[in-house]
Every structure is written in C-alpha cells, then in structure tokens.
C-alpha cells in the first residue's frame, strides 16, 4: 500500500527531485542511500570547485526562490578564498502566497536538500549551513532536526561527511512570521536576532552576508536540485527543460482546479495542459478568468495569455514571472475585485515598514480597495489605483513593494470590467 | 589623496572623489536632493526614497544618499521623473500625517512642510481614514506623537550611535511601525533631547517647549551653556525675555548638534521663583531689601575702612562667571583691596599642568582633536557624566574615523564601549593602568589623554613624562568642572605669591571682609573669623549668601556678555539672552564698587576689559573675528614654570543631572532626576 | 525565570549554533519556543532573552512587535489559526473563517472566556495547494471545511 501523499502524483509529471517522495521512509537516510543518496556528493568531492559551479551553470538552473537568477553564476560570486569563513544560508521561509512546494521537499526529502548544501559547501569551501525555515512549519524544522541529527549519527554531517574526512555542520534556524524575511537580506537580519529589515545592496550576501560573512544563499529547492545536476550531469538537467531555462521544478497548483496539487513539471511545460490536464481542470466546465503564474507577486494572466509554456524567458516576454511556483487558477465566478482587496491585505500585513512608498503605499491601496469591495467605489479609484502603484513600482527600498504593486497593476488593466461592476452596482444600491 | 572621477549632474561638469555619496557631492555642488533619513553623522539608512535621482544608463530611480559616484556618471535631479517621484512620496506620507501644522511645535520649521511646499502634493488624493495613536509622554522631557512620525529613524540612531545610549527603537511592523522606548512605557536614558531637535517633523517635542510658542516669534540667541565645562554652544529661544527653549539646530559651535540635558532645558533656573532680584542687608529679622545704591555704597564703606586699617580680605571667585569678571575680580582684589587672598574652588590641577607641559607650546588638545585624533586616553573619569560633550566626540570619532579609545577608569564607563582596551583600576592606581598600556600607545599615531581629578600633583607630573616618553605626538586635556573653571584660573583668581587659598580664608579667625562672588564656599565649610563682614554676589540664597551681611543679586550666564574658557582651553562668547529684573552683573557690581571706592580700573564694560586680557593675559591674544563670530578660539597653554598654589583640587563630581548648586533651582533637572534609572546605577543621585 | 528542562536543552543548542559571540541571533528562535511554554511574551520573558543573549530588552522588544507569531498576551490553549490568503480565499477560506467566528464566538485574535480557544486570520501558510486550510497551534489540516473544522474544534473540547 502506497503511503499518503499531499496529493496523487500525474503520469505527466517529470519526477527529479521528487522521485523519492512516493518511497516509503523516504525522508531517512537509509532510504536515501539505496536510492542514488549521497553518489553526486562524492563525486563532487573529487572535482576542484570550479568544476562544480561549471556543473551548475550547464545545468541552467535558476533561482527556484522567486528571483529566477542563474544558481551557477551566484555560486561563482562566492569570494571562496576570502579570509573569512563562508556560510550557507536555506531559505527555507517559503511564504509566496501561492507556494507550497519546499514544505515537501524538506519533509519527504530532507537528505536530498542536505546533499545539495554539502556540495555547494565544497564549492564555496563553507563548512557550516543555516536553515531558516518559518516559525509556522514547526513540525518541519523537527523532521529537519531529525533528519540533521541522523545524518549526524551517521556520519553524514560534521567532522568527516561521509567519510571524506571534509567537516560540514548543519543547524535549523526558526523564524516567527514574517513573509518580508524571506527576502533574502531581511533574512539575513532575522537570522542575526533582529527584526526582519533588507540590507543596503552592495554589498551583496555572496561578500558580506550572514554576520557580514560572505553567504551562500539558495532556495531549498535550487539545493534540491544539486544533487540530481551532479549525479547525472548539468547538461542531462539542463535538457529536461528550455534553453536558459535548466531541469524542472515543483509547480503548486492552487485555486480553482480539480486536482490541486505539487507536480514537478519540466520548464517549458504548456501552462494550459498544467491547468487542463495535470491538475484535472477546472470543476464544473467553467472557463478560465485568469492565472496567477509564479505567486502572488506575479502580475496576473488573462486566459488568453495562457497558453503558453511555462519559463522564465516567455513569461518574463508576457510581461509577468514565473516567480516561486505558484500557480493560481481563477475561474470566471472569480470576483477581481475581492482578490486584489485581498493581496493588498497581505502585502500591507507583511510590509515591513522601512520605507515610505512601501509602507504607506500598501495601506493607502488596501484602503481604496476596501472601501471599493464594501460598495463606495469612485471611478477615479480605479485610475488611482494604478496611478498609485505605479508609485511605488520601483521605489521601494526592497522588492515588496514592486511584489504589491505589479499584480495590482495587472488587475486593474486587465479586469477593470470588475471595478466597473462594482460602480454599477453602487448606482444601483442608492 | 583620494581618487577623483569626473561626473555630471544637472548638466554641469562636476569632480569629485570617488565613492562619494553623490547627495553629499549634489550639495556641495549647491544641488539640492531632498531627503528625510539621510544624515551625514549617522549610518544610512535609504528609507524615505525622497533622494531618488535619474541616473542615465540605469533603469530604476536611484537613492542619492547611498549611491557613490563615479566616474561618467550622468545625473538628473531634477527631471520630470525624478520631480514625480517625490510627489509620489510626500503624497505616501501624509496619507498617514495629520495636517495638525497650525498647532504643531514644528510648524514653522519643519522639514516636511518645507518640501510639501517646495515639491508640492498639498492637495490630497486620500479620502480615507488616517492611522491614529494617541500622544505619550516618555519622560519629563520627551513626548511622542506617533501619527506625525515619518519613520525617518534619526531619533534611533542619534540615540544609539550619537549619544551611545540605546534608548529608542522600532516597535511593531508594517504601517503601524513606531518608535519606542527602552522601559516599554517611558525612556531612562540621558535625556539629552537630541532625539527631538534631530526629528524633522514634530513627532518628538520637548516638556518644555511644546506650546509655548510659534518658532518665529522668537529671537535665537547663540550662547555658551553655563553648566559644564565643555562648552557647548546652546542657541537659546526667547520670547519677550523668557527663554523658553535650548537646542543646537544651526550646528554653530564646536558642538554641532551636540547637546546634554542641561544645554538643552537646564536654562529655567533663570526664572526660579527663589532668584533674588534685590541687594540685601542682613537685620535683626533677617535679610531685607536694601536699594543698590545703598547696597553698593555700604560695601565700599566696609572695603575703604578695612584696606585703611590693614584689615585682611579674603576673596572667593567663581567658575561661572566669565573671564572679563573673573579678570576684573583679581585685578579688583589685587589692586582695589592689596590682597593676594583670592582664590576659587579648583577643580582640576591646572597649576601643575601648565608647569609639567612648559615648553610644549602644541600639547593642550582642542575639542576638535578629540574627534580627529588616532587614539584618546581617558584615565579617571566617567565622561558621559561628568563631559558629555568629549565623551560624544570620542564616541563621533570612534564611528566615522575607528578611533581607537583606551579607558583607564575605576568603574564601568560609557567609552568600554568603544574602547580596544578597558583597564579597571582601583581609585589612585590610574598611572599603573595607565603604564600597563605602554606598548599599545607606543605603536599609535597620535594620542590624546583625558584626564580627571584623580591625576594632581606628582601623578600628573608622572602622567605627563609618561606621554612623552610613548615618542608620539601627545596631548592632553586636564579635566575641570564648571563652566569656567579654566577662565578663572587663566585670569588669575588664584592665591599666588603667597596668598591665602580658599580654605586658608575661611580657617583664618582674624579675617575682616570675605567676599564670595558666585561661589557657595560654606555650603561644605564653616567660617572661622567671627568678625568677618561678608559679602555675597549671587542668583540665589545659597549657604553661603545666607549667612552674608549683604547679599548682591547678580545676573547669569544667560543674562549677560562675556568670554568663558572651556575644558580644552578654548574661547567662546557669551551673548545675553535674557533679563532678570533687580539683577545685575557681577562685572557692573565690580565696576559700580570700585567706582565708589574711588579706584581706578579701567573701563568696566566686557568687550573693553577683553582686550586687556587678549593684551596682558598669556596665551589669550586670540583672533577677535573667530571670537566676534561665535567660534572657539583656542588659547595656548603658560609657557614657563608655574608656581605651586596652596589649597585643595577635587572635581565637583556632577553627574548628567547635576550642576553644582545650580541644579537644586531647575525645574527640569530636578524633575529628571527623580527617575536616573539604572543607567547611572544609583550614580544619578 | 526557569523554563522546563527540555527547553533548557534546546536553548543550550541554540546559543552555541551559531559563530563565536552572536548569541543575538538566538532571539527570534528562543523566543518563540519560549513563548510556547510561557504562553505570551511578557516583560519578564523580553529580559531573560535579553539576558541570555546579551543584548538590551529594548532590542528583544523591537524583535516582538515584528514578528507576527509573537504575542504579548496569552491565545488559547488551542490557537486556532485560519489562511484566507488567495489560495484558500478562492476554495472557501474566508468562509471557513466566518464560521470558525461564529462557531467560537470571538473575532481576530481574540481569546474564548475560558482560555481554550483564540482565533487568527492569517497569512499564507504554505498549504495553497490543499486549500482551504487550518493550524491549529503547530498542526496543519488542509481541505477544511466548516463541518470539518467544527468537529475538530468539539473534539477539542471533548478531550479536555
Ligand atoms: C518580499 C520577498 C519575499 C521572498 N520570499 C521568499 C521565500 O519565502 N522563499 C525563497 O526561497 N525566496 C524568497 N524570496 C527570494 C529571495 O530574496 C531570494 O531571491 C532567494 O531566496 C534566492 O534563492 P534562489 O536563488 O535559490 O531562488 C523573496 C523575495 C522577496 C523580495
Ligand atoms: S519595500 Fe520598503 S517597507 Fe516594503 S518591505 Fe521592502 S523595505 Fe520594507
Ligand atoms: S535620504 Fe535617501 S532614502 Fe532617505
């Protein structure tokens, strides 16, 4: 008998990274072991560093945290000879709305991403490692301990990994609610003790990060990812997906489908035959409104613009992203107006603060459209609401702002029928 | 030399060193970039976005304020773009600003309100309901209005970096982020104040000042606090004659915006209800209020029939009042009476430093060394306490130039902190903590040693051979309490050639007249001379005025001009501020006595007897523009050997919140005090 | 202030988990664990954190108000946590929430007379794709629907 899973895996999916998460014991590193666990490692120990990050950079693997950028050319950025000791930092905060994905690969999976860390330790020449995982997945960051202590015990973590006599020590790291300190920096603040707030770029994290060490920071499913890229190659990753656009990934679907779910999709996947096929449709025969491709920070989609494959290059040529992988499905009862109301709730919960187009923006906007969800919608809010955000597209001091401002922007474009309605039926109601 | 590039903003050519920020390199340029957090002093923080400029070839806006310039750089600030911009985020702002402007202490010179007006977005697009927090007090002095705050994070950071106090921080998230304070509720902190006058907006206001007032219905008077010996220059508000308010907002003096609690509120006690405002003659019933003329005329009386007869003076000066009294006062005593007893309450040992450093014309620090120096040794003393201002310099030198700071001290001290060395020594083992950091000291550039009243005598002798035995260039400041301590000694209100120091006067059974000029000698102390007919020139009834047979209400520091000699040894102007009827100047009381005595000693008005003292005093021939103007003008240390003084050195030992017998008359000080908090570990009191 | 001997433990772990004199980054962890076990964070806990990791209570506090898990008085024994963040809002979540309301009888964050029960509109949680969804305290339960989340509650009360 098979073992539960979140959800029933497709015959369409292309399982890399997860073609471990049906196996019983899946998360032991027993289970790992048999199944390919730890090989890329020491072949990674034989290769000289460069070697490594040249790996990474066939495999055309790109960020998986939201930002896309390329993994191999961060890795790269590394000063791996400075004299201060580098650190590697998971950001394992995974609070896109929309994105569901790191939670399993930690929880079905946990050797695969520690494997992953290993090897960019070698190729950074780190020996210690952070999990910053949210303070809500508490229950993760216990099976992430579980899984450390075992690897630990079995000598897969500290003073000889694996036997090579190379030290690497692995902690988890809580944080305590904060959608803000998933971007990158703010975590790196919230990592040292302190509230959540972005760090002034220059410097960068890969020169002065972490205790203004030079860090190593990744998404858990880009170290999820490593393993695979060495074992069997970059190139073989790479060719899974499109040109630039290297491998797979874990795809959330969410919102209106019959089988909502997490399917690992190679890039480049037919987003229709994501919505139509993989996650079963949409219930009841409606039809498609519109798609929230990547996260809620992702300018939204029209029917129309969805059919498409799913890469970065296409989507980012569409004018949206494909961000962390959630992918959002609205069918036509999908009232615009609410949904927006409700993104600019969050952003507005989550702003941190800091700055004032971010800080008053997000307020200024949530208020607007509530006072248009509860009926006392003006026209010009409609105007304004785009005028504002334009504001603070681009502004702000870290990428919240814009994570607020561009499907708000998309959804007052692109649905102004719903804003309309809303007018209309004030009209009405007087 | 630093690098430089070659860039263009505006249209015009324009060098500059590389790396520079480029809003620094607009504004010496004389282009403007708006901006709220920005500050030169203290870390950067790009929060407001108001300082965002076009940069051609970049796609964004960028921030002024943290982006260096370089070479090719093309810069608009003032586009379309960039103008949009700023309405973009004045508009933000006062989504959540209440437009209080007609009634709020800012109003008037506020720096939102400057930009609303310059960049516009006075009318509003926002018709929703603004966030609102009620006002809290956080201590006697500080209240907080979180709706006005505009999250700028000045207030946070001169309290942490400035003041090294760590006071203020940033409660919740989001929009409803505000400034907080340490004890959850209220501040315990050293209450300087700086957090208000730093805030561009009137979300911080002072006890004080909130309500008394529109800014421009006050004259600005720029003077120098009279309560430590730092010298600080405060610019005192007044209206109609009352002070109502301290602050260094125009950066003049050597403080920039420097200033302690007492620079910035101690001004009250001008206006306590307990200042004399009549001469007074003690009666059988006690003191009553005699006119000034008989007053004046009574005492030349006493002082004539008492040089005729050989009678025997002892006189008390002060470490309040400014060089020219202090200046008129020996030559008074000198010359007027034929005493050498004159003397005031020392409390540094100047007399031997000036005697150790003969020869070393360059070995008296400034103000300013402490902020460029390489390395400053503080031995004996608890400058946060006792000299704010130093301990600030230090800690400004500490953060913008990494000085490095040794504290040798018998307790914890604010400058631990900073410092690369804290040697914890029992009270009179400060020269072997000290000798314990020769090697270190030895390997610096330069050095400055701060020292308190822990170092006289030998030991200072001992101190100083040390420095120069390090082969570096070495200096020094010798710590003194009061406002004028240094000018009085400089001017010679000293027991020289044999004469009587203070407490020989008060022990001597045989002395005839003992005049105590803005002094308070048996507050501590008995008088042992039955006989003496004493005279007493101050603002209020102290011990010591208690027991006078006339009582002389003289004038502040606030209410007169003058010269005062900071610790350093630098010159500063007095310029009075204020008027407290009935009183007057204890250089108009000199001059009304001498003039009924009958002595001639020259022309009694301040700018005149300061050029006596530029002519006869040494090391007092200071430039007269940089002292006209407002500035500090440095005085160079007595060049030869000087003589030893009988009589006793020891610090006043004031805390932050104490100012001699000063304090017990402010209302604020006092008000303060009753929460020193721990901070000061029981110290306050 | 004493915590129970397992948390000692964990605290001990955290503070040596990180580089040489950084205790400061155990606050937020230390924190919330705490909080767990003290039930809110109090004065007295913002001092003890301060005091292990050597820093000032004024620096715990600015961590407490950012932080969105962090509270300064006590939530219900079961803290019942409800997303209505788009994922969930499209598949009920807002709706669970009204009845989660109803069902209770208080509002956001608000706690039931007797201590047992507080309620949370939150964020995102990371369970879209099982929407909608409930935490209550640390434990997740997906697809929820007002029925279900009604049982759950009454056996809750059940096992008391
Ligand atoms: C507001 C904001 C929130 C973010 N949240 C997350 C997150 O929860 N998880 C994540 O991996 N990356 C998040 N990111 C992206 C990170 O800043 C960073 O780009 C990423 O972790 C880098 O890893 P990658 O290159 O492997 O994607 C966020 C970014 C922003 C601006
Ligand atoms: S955009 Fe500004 S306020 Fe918003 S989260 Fe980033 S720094 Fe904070
Ligand atoms: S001055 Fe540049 S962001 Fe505030």
Redesign the pocket.
């Known amino acids: 008998m098979a073992k539960q899973l979140f959800n029933q895996p497709s015959p369409l999916e292309t399982m890399v990274l997860s073609k471990r998460f049906a196996l019983e014991g899946s998360e032991t590193l027993d289970v790992y072991l048999k199944n390919d666990g730890f090989k890329a490692f020491l072949k990674a120990k034989e290769m000289t560093p460069e070697a490594i990050i040249d790996e990474v950079k066939a495999s055309a693997l790109r960020?998986?945290?939201?930002?896309?950028?390329p993994?191999g050319l961060?890795w790269s950025f590394v000063p791996r000879t400075s004299p201060k000791p580098r650190v590697i930092v998971v950001?394992a905060?995974?609070?896109?709305p929309g994105?569901c994905k790191?939670r399993l690969l930690i929880e079905y999976d946990p050797h695969q991403m520690i494997e992953g860390i290993l090897i960019a330790g070698l190729a950074v020449d780190a020996h210690v490692g952070y999990v910053y995982i949210r303070g809500e997945y508490r229950y993760l960051i216990e099976k992430m301990d579980r899984a450390i202590a075992e690897a630990y015990s079995k000598g897969y973590l500290g003073n000889n990994v694996a036997g090579t006599g190379w030290k690497f020590d692995l902690y988890t790291h809580s944080g305590a609610g904060a959608?803000?300190c998933?971007?990158?920096t703010a975590l790196l603040d919230s990592l040292e003790g302190k509230r959540g707030i972005p760090r002034m770029k220059p410097p960068f994290p890969a020169v002065a990060g972490a205790w203004g060490l030079p860090t190593l920071?990744?998404?858990?499913e880009?170290f999820s990812a490593i393993p695979p890229i060495i074992r069997d190659g970059g190139a073989a990753f790479a060719a899974l997906g499109t040109p630039k656009n290297g491998g797979t990934r874990l795809v959330c679907i969410s919102g209106h489908v019959n089988k909502p779910g997490v399917y690992e999709l190679p890039l480049g996947f037919p987003m229709m035959k994501a919505i139509d096929e993989v996650a079963g449709g949409i219930p009841g025969g409606r039809k498609l409104k519109a798609v929230v491709p990547g996260g809620s920070s992702c300018p939204i989609l029209t029917a129309s613009e969805c059919d498409i494959p799913m890469d970065y290059d296409t989507l980012a040529k569409i004018g949206s992203m494909l961000g962390?992988g959630g992918m959002v499905v609205l069918d036509e009862t999908t009232d615009m107006v609410r949904f927006a109301l409700r993104i600019m709730r969050f952003y507005q919960h989550e702003s941190c603060g800091w700055c004032i187009p971010c800080r008053e923006g997000t307020t200024w906007l949530r208020k607007i459209l509530q006072r248009f969800y509860e009926g006392h919608g003006r026209r010009e809010d409609i105007s304004l609401l785009g005028e504002l955000s334009k504001n603070m597209l681009g502004r702000t001091f870290?990428?919240?702002g814009d994570?607020a401002a561009m499907p708000t922007i998309s959804i007052v474009e692109k649905f102004t029928e719903d804003f309309e309605r809303y007018l209309a039926r004030e009209t009405v109601a007087v | 030399m630093a690098e430089l590039v070659k860039l263009n903003i505006n249209g015009r050519e324009i060098q500059a060193e590389k790396g520079a920020l480029l809003i620094e390199v607009a504004r010496q340029n004389g282009i403007e970039v708006p901006a709220f957090c920005y500050h030169e002093d203290y870390t950067l923080q790009a929060a407001c976005r108001m300082c965002l400029v076009e940069i051609e070839k970049t796609p964004k806006l960028q921030v002024g304020c943290t982006t260096p310039v370089a070479e090719g750089m093309v810069v608009h600030t003032e586009s379309d773009v960039v103008k949009k911009a700023r309405k973009g985020t004045l508009e933000f702002l006062l989504t959540n600003h209440p437009l209080d402007c007609p009634v709020c202490d800012k109003g008037g010179e506020c720096e939102l309100q400057d930009m609303v007006f310059r960049y516009g977005a006075g009318e509003s697009r926002f018709v929703e309901r603004k966030h609102h927090v009620d006002e809290k007090q956080w201590s006697p002095v500080v209240f907080f209005d979180a709706p006005r705050c505009i999250l700028c994070y000045r207030c946070v950071r001169a309290c942490n970096e400035g003041m090294g106090v760590g006071a203020l921080g940033i409660g919740n998230r989001g929009v409803i982020s505000e400034i907080v304070p340490n004890q959850g509720d209220h501040l315990e902190c050293d209450e300087c104040g700086a957090c208000i006058d730093i805030c561009p907006v009137g979300a911080l206001t002072s006890g004080s000042y909130r309500y008394q007032t529109r800014p421009w219905e006050m004259d600005h008077v720029g003077t120098i606090c009279t309560h430590c010996a730092d010298g600080c220059k405060t610019t005192l508000g007044v209206r109609v004659d009352k002070i109502v308010r301290g602050n260094n907002r125009d950066r003049s003096g050597i403080n920039n915006e420097f200033l302690c609690v007492k620079g910035r509120y101690a001004f009250d006690f001008v206006e306590h209800p307990e200042r004399l405002q009549s001469p007074m003659l003690k009666t059988a019933k006690g003191h009553e209020p005699i006119s000034w003329s008989k007053a004046i005329s009574l005492i030349a009386n006493k002082f004539g029939e008492t040089v005729l007869a050989g009678g025997k003076f002892g006189v008390v000066g002060s470490n309040h009042t400014t060089n020219e009294e202090n200046f008129f006062l020996a030559k008074f005593a000198r010359e007027g009476l034929g005493t050498k007893n004159i003397d005031h309450h020392r409390t540094g040992d100047l007399a031997t430093f000036f005697d150790a450093l003969s020869g070393k014309p360059d070995s008296l620090a400034s103000s300013g060394d402490l902020y460029n120096v390489k390395a400053v040794l503080v031995v004996g003393s608890d400058l946060a306490q006792q000299h704010p201002f130093l301990s600030f310099q230090i800690r400004a030198n500490f953060r913008h130039h990494n000085a490095h700071v040794y504290a040798v001290t018998s307790g914890p001290v604010r400058e631990d902190n900073q410092a690369i060395a804290s040697v914890r020594v029992q009270k009179g083992g400060e020269l072997a903590g000290v000798e314990s950091q020769r090697d270190k000291l030895k390997a610096e550039v330069n050095l400055v040693i701060v020292f308190g009243d822990a170092i006289q005598g030998d030991a200072l002798r001992k101190l100083v051979a040390f420095g120069d035995s390090l082969g570096i260039p070495v200096k020094y400041v010798c710590l003194v309490d009061y406002s004028n301590s240094r000018g009085a000694f400089d001017m010679g209100v000293l027991p020289r050639d044999g004469g009587l120091s203070r407490e020989q006067v008060l022990a001597a059974a045989d002395l005839d007249v003992l005049w105590v000029v803005g002094a308070n000698p048996l507050k501590n102390a008995a008088l042992a001379s039955k006989k003496a007919f004493v005279v007493v020139q101050d603002l209020f009834l102290s011990e010591t005025a208690q027991q006078a047979d006339i009582v002389l209400p003289a004038a502040s520091a606030y209410e007169k001009s003058g010269t005062v000699t900071n610790v350093c040894g630098e010159v500063q102007k007095l310029k009075a501020a204020a008027k407290v009827m009935g009183t007057k100047t204890d250089l108009e009381i000199f001059g009304l006595l001498a003039k009924e005595m009958g002595l001639n000693l020259g022309i009694w008005l301040p700018d005149k007897v300061f050029e006596e003292i530029r002519k006869t005093v040494h090391g007092y021939n200071v430039p007269l523009p940089i002292v006209a103007t407002g500035g500090a003008a440095p005085t160079m240390p007595l060049n030869g050997r000087v003589a030893a003084l009988p009589g006793s050195i020891a610090s006043a030992n004031d805390t932050l919140f104490t100012s001699g017998s000063l304090s017990k008359y402010s209302n604020v000080l006092n008000a303060v005090m009753e929460s020193p908090g721990k901070l000061y570990g029981g110290e306050g009191k | 202030m004493t915590f129970s001997p397992q948390l000692e433990e964990i605290f001990a772990k955290m503070l040596q988990q990180y580089p040489e004199g950084r205790t400061r980054s155990a606050v937020v962890p230390m924190l919330i664990y705490a909080q767990d076990e003290v039930g809110s964070v109090n004065r007295e806990l913002i001092e003890e954190v301060a005091r292990r990791c050597k820093v000032t209570p004024l620096q715990v506090d600015e961590v407490v108000g950012y932080y969105s898990m962090l509270h300064r008085k006590p939530m219900g024994k079961y803290h019942v946590q409800v997303c209505t963040n788009i994922s969930c809002l499209l598949v009920g979540g807002e709706e669970l929430y009204e009845s989660a309301k109803k069902k209770l009888g208080i509002g956001h964050k608000q706690v039931t007379a007797d201590g047992q029960f507080s309620l949370e509109e939150v964020e995102c949680m990371g369970a879209c794709s099982w929407a909608p969804a409930v935490e209550i305290n640390y434990d997740f339960h997906h697809f929820v629907t007002p029925e279900k989340l009604n049982q759950l509650i009454d056996s809750l009360k059940r096992a008391q």
């Open positions: 960020g998986r945290g939201g930002a896309g950028f993994t961060k950001n905060d995974e609070s896109e994105t790191d959608y803000e998933g971007e990158e920071l990744n998404n858990v880009t962390s870290c990428a919240l994570a």
